[in-house]
């Protein structure tokens, strides 16, 4: 059984940072796209960030460009995002989940989700 858990969400302040870790467990996360996406209130959940497997090929929506970075610790099982400079319009709900296709951004093509981890940025 495959399980996605994220944590590090909270509280920060507007161009604070924050990193959230995703742990994985029951499905090996470097052979697999690894994703970031959030969603806030009343929004569509959309995508954040993606590693892919192997190589580690990363995509980033460009709201988060230069700003985000989505990395993986293939020993531990763990993909993280590390946000930086964030701003109140990143805040959200930010969900973590596995892909068996490359570098994919829509939502329908990850198989497993995690249940998510708040992140809220105050200004």
């Known amino acids: 059984q495959v399980q996605l858990v994220e944590s590090g969400g909270g509280l920060v302040q507007a161009g604070g940072s924050l990193r959230l870790s995703c742990s994985i467990s029951g499905r090996t996360s470097s052979s697999y796209t690894m994703g970031w996406f959030r969603q806030a209130p009343g929004q569509e959940r959309e995508f954040v960030a993606t590693i892919s497997a192997s190589v580690g090929s990363q995509d980033y929506a460009d709201s988060v460009k230069g700003r985000f970075t989505i990395s993986r610790d293939n020993a531990k099982n763990t993909v993280y995002l590390q946000m930086n400079s964030l701003k109140p319009e990143d805040t959200a709900v930010y969900y973590c989940?596995?892909?068996?296709?490359?570098?994919?951004?829509?939502?329908?093509?990850?198989?497993?989700w995690g249940q998510g981890t708040q992140v809220t940025v105050s200004s």
């Open positions: 989940a596995t892909s068996k296709y490359s570098q994919v951004r829509r939502t329908t093509l990850y198989d497993y």
